[in-house]
């Protein structure tokens, strides 16, 4: 079971990636973007992770560059894995990236979507998370309605579509259920676009979603960050979570029941 | 470039006009060691010797002789600082201050590395950049030392935000400009070499405003094997990371003088500009250099660039021939000097075996990074180097490094007197409270926080903003597969240094313990960086000097050995010297992060305890600023009983007795208690003592204090038995009650006293 996590210069949410996917079970090789664009072989893994941090600086836009490198030199190879169903999992970074590349919100030659300034500015805190959709493989082992908790790291992680066009892809997210996490308050009641609920601006509060398939997933807030009880805010109080680990958990029985 | 027929006068004139930095001894020095060598200087010469001999690098007056009323003292750092540490014995310093970081043992043999720069010129003049390269900075001195970074620190010392323009110096920039240029320079480079900003401090005084201060400190992770040192005669001085342009020309010298109107103008070159990404390539590279065992040796390209760099390395082989024309250049540069002196940001020099070079360079190449070698080092006892065919530089080492001037200080100052104040207790002491939580270094830094990542890592098990409460300290757990925790903490309080600098500097090594301990931090390695007015004038040098006394005073009696600090002295504009700023930071350990503790309260029903003496020290307090009041009685520290207390601290942390502590400082009991309230989401009810008018009682800020919120008071009372320990009450309701002398003397809601701190206007 090996999942790539793929770095490239100014990528630094690999190690503790690393040590959640080696939790679970996962084979976990730390590979730099060069490599995998040297040796054009994705076809070996059976997941790729793009994680967080800021490649390439973020110059132009978050993602930009990574995203657009990527395409350029392997844009037929992660088509295929992608649609060969296997997994793809990006975090912050890694979700502008895969916006960035045309994979989500769904394979296209051009980004339908953009991860966009946050309406406050970078902020580092945690959030509540609802789970808006049931037990989707790669997204985890959740509920659709279960509250989960975990720290965003951001400036630009607003979901934004074309001006106008809100409505219409909203309800296009929906009918896919695309949807996989929304900012929410403590109880799981819509932030409804309030901070600090929605820490970012999001549009309607998306912070995660999968493509139409569902095999490729992508959020702002880190899991990796939230998946041993000692990384949550107030575990001194006597709360033993581990939400984000959940995660990898379902990431790693996709993975397992297809091979 | 000619000296050798200067007069003294000619002399001052060109050190100052050509940014030397140089004293008309040093001058002298220069005149007769080019006279004895029969030709004159060439400016590469000229500003190599001017790098290492500035106090900057060569920490002259740390060094020097202090005249005070009693006689002289030589050499402050070794007589108080290193003296100190010398003196503890600890077992487990691997390394003091030999290295760009000082260096402890942790778990195995991984090692910790600590090291605190100051970045203070650069950030007046260029908030931004100057607060960014400070971090970068301070990054690469654990990279000089092989560590990995994992955390790094911050303390910013600003002027008042509403301070008048009116009153603002030609030159001087705004305090609300420094103050978002500078956040967003540390937000700009920590986040992006993904390295968590876990501790720090924000604190404001007029002092401050026409020479803002940013201390940035770094703590890295190495394993003994990866500490190597051994640079040999023939290896390869490697040239690694960004390239060379005119950035940062003359920022040690910079950093030594004090800062004028025209400082932008002369100056502005001085400031370097910072990319992180190169550096988090660097950072790569240098780990995986690390691992393979490549490199015989490495340091940082900082303060003084090249010349600093190559000369230090090259004083341990005994020379190096350079050869300048490989340096890579952001743009064509013609004078040999100047590249020999840019503070350029992100680059390291690696000394590596010629066996082992290509397979460094390669390693470099892989991340994209530029390695170019630069130079051969050999035992000719000479730094000679070569530029477009010529000699550009031929120096004997021993010159360079054996100057036989020694500064002179004086501290022939008299104390200054002070005052206590008198009045009537206020009559409306919540109001008072609210006020004092408000206060701009005692309110809330979470909008500051909130820009720093103190997540990336995933290790930080006890956070900055412990569930929105300001925590005394930051725990890491920096290995997987074991539950040791590293535990950062810092002290400082400026306002006790108007009275007393002894009383500042220890209570700043007792509130940066204190901090650590609160959490379950233990085993204290500290680093001293002080940050002070011109020691040309006696009053600050007596101030440095009674610091320094302090220091090892209180690092002997804490049992906490300094392992690295640095000095930035020289800290003046045109509104005066700075308040004298000495910053403790404490790195402890806690052995199993599981057991440590947050100042949060946390269950209805469990007692509150005050650990500590209460004691009529209100000098330089929160309370008495409050009022306009400086006062006269600072408060000290008992040597013999606060390690005692804290030592008792830690074992009932270790028994599992304590829920949450909070260290109290700015603002006493008073602010400690609705902190740990507010932050745990439930009130308090407490009575205070009687034979001490309460509103003193409630805010004096008498060292080695804790409120402790306890479950099992009988275990709790074992532990401090024999040392002040004082039932306070009991948590419970959503308000704060205190009660002295049968009368409720305060009494806010938790959410107010949170509006309070946080700044929402109610």
């Keep these: 079971m090996k999942a790539c996590v793929m770095r490239a210069p100014g990528t630094n949410c690999d190690s503790e990636m690393v040590r959640a996917l080696k939790e679970v079970g996962f084979d976990a090789p730390l590979v730099h973007i060069n490599d995998v664009l040297r040796e054009k072989n994705l076809a070996q893994y059976d997941a790729l992770v793009f994680p967080g941090g800021f490649s390439y600086g973020d110059y132009i836009r978050s993602g930009a560059i990574w995203g657009k490198k990527f395409v350029a030199v392997l844009k037929n190879e992660l088509r295929d894995f992608v649609a060969a169903k296997k997994p793809i999992l990006g975090v912050c970074n890694g979700m502008q990236v895969l916006v960035e590349a045309g994979i989500l919100p769904r394979t296209s030659d051009y980004p339908e979507a953009a991860m966009a300034s946050n309406a406050f500015g970078y902020r580092c805190m945690w959030t509540w998370l609802r789970v808006e959709k049931n037990v989707c493989g790669t997204a985890g082992l959740y509920k659709k309605g279960e509250v989960l908790r975990a720290p965003i790291a951001h400036g630009e992680g607003r979901f934004t579509v074309v001006p106008g066009t809100e409505k219409k892809t909203l309800a296009e997210l929906e009918g896919n259920d695309q949807i996989v996490f929304r900012y929410c308050r403590p109880d799981g009641s819509p932030a409804h676009g309030e901070y600090p609920w929605n820490p970012n601006g999001s549009l309607d509060g998306i912070a995660g979603i999968c493509n139409p398939e569902g095999n490729v997933l992508a959020m702002m807030p880190h899991p990796e960050r939230a998946s041993f009880f000692w990384q949550f805010p107030d575990w001194t109080r006597g709360e033993k979570r581990s939400d984000g680990l959940r995660l990898f958990r379902g990431l790693a029985e996709t993975v397992r029941r297809s091979i | ?762």
């Design chain 2, 1 to 762: 470039m000619p000296i050798s027929k200067l007069s003294d006068a000619e002399l001052v004139r060109l050190s100052r006009e050509g940014q030397l930095s140089l004293s008309l001894e040093e001058m002298h020095e220069v005149k007769k060691y080019f006279a004895s060598r029969k030709r004159e200087p060439t400016d590469v010469e000229l500003e190599a010797v001017a790098q290492t001999w500035s106090e900057h690098c060569g920490h002259k007056t740390f060094k020097g002789v202090f005249l005070t009323n009693e006689g002289e003292v030589k050499n402050i750092f070794k007589t108080y600082i290193a003296a100190a540490t010398k003196k503890v014995g600890a077992p487990w310093c691997f390394s003091v201050f030999e290295d760009n970081a000082g260096i402890v043992e942790f778990e195995d043999d991984w090692l910790l590395s600590f090291k605190a720069e100051t970045h203070n010129h650069p950030s007046a003049l260029e908030p931004f950049g100057g607060a960014a390269t400070g971090v970068g900075g301070v990054i690469r001195d654990i990279l000089g030392a092989w560590g990995d970074p994992i955390a790094n620190t911050d303390i910013l010392c600003f002027g008042p935000l509403d301070f008048p323009d009116s009153k603002l110096p030609a030159g001087t920039k705004r305090p609300q400009y420094i103050h978002d240029g500078v956040i967003s320079g540390i937000q700009t480079y920590g986040n992006n070499m993904g390295i968590p900003t876990v501790n720090g401090a924000i604190y404001f005084d007029e002092s401050y405003v026409g020479n803002p201060l940013v201390f940035c400190g770094c703590l890295g992770m190495l394993r003994k094997k990866h500490y190597v040192r051994k640079t040999k005669s023939g290896d390869v001085a490697l040239l690694v990371g960004g390239k060379t342009g005119r950035d940062g020309i003359h920022g040690v010298t910079f950093a030594s003088v004090e800062l004028h109107e025209k400082s932008e103008e002369t100056s502005r070159s001085a400031v370097q500009i910072g990319d992180p990404i190169e550096e988090e390539k660097i950072k790569r590279a240098m780990l995986r250099v690390r691992e393979a065992g490549l490199a015989s040796g490495t340091t940082d390209l900082g303060g003084g660039g090249l010349s600093s760099a190559v000369t230090e390395i090259a004083q341990r082989t005994g020379g190096i021939d350079v050869h300048l024309d490989n340096v890579p250049l952001k743009y064509p540069m013609s004078e040999a000097w100047e590249i020999w002196i840019s503070e350029s940001q992100e680059r390291m020099l690696l000394t590596v075996p010629p066996q082992n070079l290509d397979r460094v360079v390669s390693i470099f190449e892989s991340e994209e990074v530029e390695a170019v070698p630069i130079g051969i080092f050999n035992s000719s006892g000479k730094l000679r180097i070569k530029y477009k065919g010529q000699i550009v530089a031929d120096l004997d080492l021993a010159f360079m490094f054996g100057s036989s001037f020694v500064q002179k200080t004086d501290a022939r100052a008299v104390q200054k007197k002070h005052e206590e104040p008198q009045f009537e207790q206020p009559s409306d002491l919540s109001a008072v409270l609210l006020k004092i939580l408000g206060m701009p270094n005692v309110a809330s830094k979470r909008r500051v926080i909130q820009k720093y990542d103190h997540e990336v890592k995933g290790n930080t098990v006890i956070k900055p903003l412990h569930c929105f409460g300001p925590g005394d300290a930051a725990v890491l757990k920096p290995l997987d597969g074991s539950w040791k925790g590293a535990v950062l903490s810092n002290g400082f309080n400026p306002e006790y240094g108007k009275i007393s600098a002894y009383w500042m500097a220890a209570s700043a090594i007792d509130e940066a313990i204190r901090n650590n301990a609160a959490v379950g931090g233990r085993r204290f390695a500290i680093l001293d960086n002080f940050s002070w007015g011109s020691p040309q004038k006696p009053e600050n040098a007596l101030a440095l000097l009674d610091a320094c006394r302090a220091c090892y005073d209180f690092g002997v009696a804490f049992n906490a050995p300094f392992i690295s600090g640095k000095d930035s002295l020289y800290n003046e504009s045109p509104l005066g010297s700075i308040a004298h700023t000495l910053v403790i930071s404490a790195l402890g350990i806690a052995p199993d992060v599981r057991k440590c503790v947050t100042m949060d309260v946390k269950k209805n029903g469990n007692a509150l305890y005050l650990v500590g003496e209460t004691k009529r020290e209100f000098g330089g307090s929160h309370y008495y600023k409050s009022m306009g009041f400086l006062g006269a009685s600072v408060p000290q520290v008992d040597k013999e009983k606060a390690p005692r207390i804290v030592s008792a601290l830690t074992a009932a942390i270790d028994a599992g007795c304590v829920r949450s502590c909070h260290d109290l400082s700015e603002g006493g009991l008073g602010v400690a208690l609705a902190e740990s309230c507010f932050a745990g989401g439930l009130g308090a009810s407490i009575e205070l003592p009687n034979g001490m008018r309460p509103d003193l009682f409630l805010f004096s800020e008498s060292n080695t204090r804790f409120l402790v919120e306890t479950e099992d008071e009988n275990a709790l009372k074992k532990h401090f038995a024999g040392l002040p320990l004082l039932r306070l009450g009991d948590i419970g309701g959503n308000r704060v009650k205190v009660s002295a002398e049968g009368k409720v003397i305060v009494d806010a809601a938790v959410e107010e006293l949170r509006d309070a701190w946080e700044g929402v206007p109610r």
